[in-house]
């Protein structure tokens, strides 16, 4: 994008920011982030079934940041300003893609974490173009440090 981010853009991006701080979604991403370790659907069920503490944690996690990525390719956010200060949302795909496959299938829902992955194509050919090995780079940081999560837990 060559346009500056409208004034709206950017109040829409710091209430996103606004969100992310608030006590339960924090609690819920820091849950995330140290157990959703995850491989196979199976795997997700058994970490985070419906129902369950983590199953909520997991989902207001991927649906937060499935919506914000929603408002991102509706084009109510800038995605130049959100791409440079919102690296967390490609961080999440990373987390869940090998499962999305067999989550789609398993609740008969193509469009489910659809726009995750879509804002998640995107920055990945954005961040390729501005700063070339920072994905491959970003993607063994965070395989080492989910192999280190996971021998933890």
């Not at 819920?28 to 370790?37: E, H, L, M, Q, V």
């Not at 419906?50 to 991927?62: I, K, R, S, Y």
Request: net charge positive; proline share 3%.
């Amino acid at each position: 994008m060559q346009t500056k981010p409208t004034h709206e853009q950017a109040q829409l991006q710091l209430q996103l920011f606004e969100q992310r701080r608030e006590a339960r979604l924090r609690q819920a991403r820091d849950w995330f982030w140290k157990n959703y370790i995850v491989e196979s659907f199976d795997d997700a069920m058994r970490i985070a079934a419906p129902g369950t503490e983590g199953g909520q944690f997991a989902m207001m996690v991927l649906s937060y940041w499935d919506q914000a990525c929603a408002m991102l390719n509706y084009g109510l956010l800038h995605e130049d300003l959100f791409f440079e200060t919102t690296g967390e949302f490609f961080g999440v795909w990373e987390a869940v893609k090998a499962i999305v496959p067999q989550g789609r299938e398993r609740f008969q829902n193509q469009l489910f974490l659809a726009n995750l992955e879509k804002a998640a194509q995107r920055f990945e050919v954005w961040m390729e173009k501005r700063s070339p090995g920072n994905v491959a780079a970003m993607r063994q940081m965070m395989k080492q440090m989910r192999g280190q999560a996971k021998k933890a837990a």
